[in-house]
């Protein structure tokens, strides 16, 4: 079964990361979500808290297929500023394993110079963040082993994205029809 680790941190936009989340969960992949705070309590930006399955430091992620970044002002910081977080990313890309972000997250990866001469999405008015990216105003935009989105109003096109990469378009497409989206 294919494996996610979902990343936590301190202002993380809630519909974009439990919307992706449960899709997938829904879309029989396994997801484990990650703190990245040092507490598996992490609160989000609109002040609800998520408990974590694991904290960062207690993982090894060979074991795992992609890396998940939700977004939110502060939640996106606060993964910028993961040090650790950042190595585990970079090993990702190296390896060419797959890497998803929506909102301002993206820019996490384009901060990293990982997304030169890739097409991107993000939050509108992080443009900037995309550094070297070419830039575009899809919901969902995939790019090799790359996929990002733009926001709250996109985590369900996201979410099924990820579940068409790992099952199949049939799978997404019954998805989407099992939630009343397609």
């Known amino acids: 079964m294919a494996k996610v680790a979902a990343f ?11 919307t992706v989340i449960d899709l997938l969960r829904r879309g029989n992949v ?11 309590l ?62 301002a997250a993206p820019t996490v990866y384009g901060e990293l ?9 993000c939050y509108p008015g992080c443009e900037s963040g995309l550094i070297g990216a070419n ?8 790019d090799g082993h790359f996929i990002t989105s733009r926001g709250v109003g996109t985590a369900i096109d996201l979410g099924l994205k990820l579940v068409e990469i790992f099952k199949g378009e049939e799978a997404s497409k019954a998805l989407g029809k099992a939630i009343v989206y397609l």
């Open 8 to 18: 936590l941190a301190e202002g993380f936009e809630e519909v974009e990361a439990l």
């Open 30 to 40: 396994e997801v484990t979500t990650v703190s990245i705070m040092g507490d598996k």
């Open 42 to 103: 992490v609160n989000g930006s609109h002040n609800i808290p998520v408990k974590a399955d694991a904290l960062f430091e207690d993982l090894s992620y060979d074991g795992f297929d992609m890396l998940f970044l939700p977004g939110g002002g502060l939640g996106t910081q606060n993964l910028k500023a993961h040090k650790e977080l950042a190595k585990v990313i970079l090993d990702f890309d190296k390896k060419g394993k797959k890497l998803a972000a929506i909102c």
């Open 113 to 121: 110079g990982i997304l030169k001469g890739k097409n991107a999405t």
């Open 135 to 142: 830039y575009k105003t899809e919901s969902v935009v995939k």
